[in-house]
């Protein structure tokens, strides 16, 4: 898959920092138009995404207003070996460090990736959230550059409170102007900065996996979600997490058994992301939690 990252310029301005971004999947007329006024004769071809970054107004905008491209093409074979770098990190700070030099491209990388975990735990979260969605106060942890937040946004949510170990990502999800507060924390490694009992929805996507976030993170969830609240959590089931991932509904059902929340939902989701591992091709699967906490 080729991704392309657009920048143009309107009205004689570069936009270089957008409030909003498409995807615009095998868009003929755009990859059309662009082919035809790409001055610096860069010749696109085999265009399976367009990943465009346009300014709030954008539908108010005609192909022509685009007088140049700053393009990037990049390849799933890019992507896979930069996370299978990341895999051979062994400790905190490697993985911080790696994470802060991927905070800028993070969120191209993930569209090439076809990374389904954000938007399959907001969809479930929606599904299941009966109260009032734009007072409700989420807390995102591991929020990397936001994605969850724009995803939740988009079901009628409106106050995120966000976490992160990587300074980086934490300055892009700063950008995106939708959270009322973040903070830096190394999870596992340092107690979760938030209140017990202080949250409507809490979320935590791709972290839960082996050498990532540990699974004694979850009771800190749990703690931190108001009574009658929403504990939305993810892994994947690919062959080298299927440990973690035993042990993790290990100590989902623990809790349950010790009275602290009920299952809601635990579905298991094809295509959850393409493989990135040698071992294995195609698409990797992966499962979505949802618990509701008990009212005390």
């Known amino acids: 898959m080729v991704v392309l990252g657009c920048f143009g310029c309107y009205n004689n301005n570069l936009v270089q920092l957008p409030a909003q971004r498409d995807v615009i999947r095998k868009s003929a007329a755009l990859t059309n138009h662009m082919r035809a006024n790409a001055h610096s004769g860069v010749i696109l071809c085999n265009v399976d995404v367009v990943f465009c970054c346009l300014p709030q107004d954008h539908h108010q905008l005609r192909h022509e207003s685009f007088t140049g491209f700053y393009i990037m093409a990049k390849t799933f074979e890019h992507v896979k070996a930069a996370i299978q770098s990341l895999h051979k990190n062994t400790t905190s700070e490697e993985k911080v460090n790696f994470y802060n030099s991927w905070a800028e491209n993070y969120d191209q990388d993930v569209v090439v990736l076809e990374y389904r975990a954000p938007s399959v735990a907001a969809n479930t979260v929606s599904s299941h959230f009966s109260g009032d969605r734009d007072a409700a106060v989420v807390l995102d942890v591991a929020c990397g550059t936001g994605e969850v937040a724009r995803q939740m946004k988009s079901h009628g949510f409106g106050h995120f409170v966000g976490i992160d170990g990587s300074e980086a990502m934490l300055k892009v999800a700063r950008e995106s102007g939708l959270y009322q507060e973040l903070k830096q924390c190394m999870m596992g490694e340092e107690p979760l900065p938030a209140q017990w009992d202080s949250f409507d929805v809490v979320v935590i996507t791709g972290a839960l996996s082996v050498g990532h976030v540990p699974i004694t993170v979850v009771r ?77």
């Open 220 to 296: 800190e969830l749990c703690r931190s979600t108001k009574p009658g609240g929403y504990v939305c959590m993810t892994t994947r089931s690919n062959h080298d997490n299927l440990d973690y991932k035993a042990d993790l509904e290990r100590e989902l059902k623990q809790m349950e058994e010790e009275g602290l929340w009920n299952c809601i939902e635990a579905t298991e989701v094809e295509n959850w992301e393409k493989a990135v591992s040698n071992q294995e091709d195609g698409y990797i699967s992966g499962v979505v939690y949802l618990y509701k906490k008990r009212q005390q």
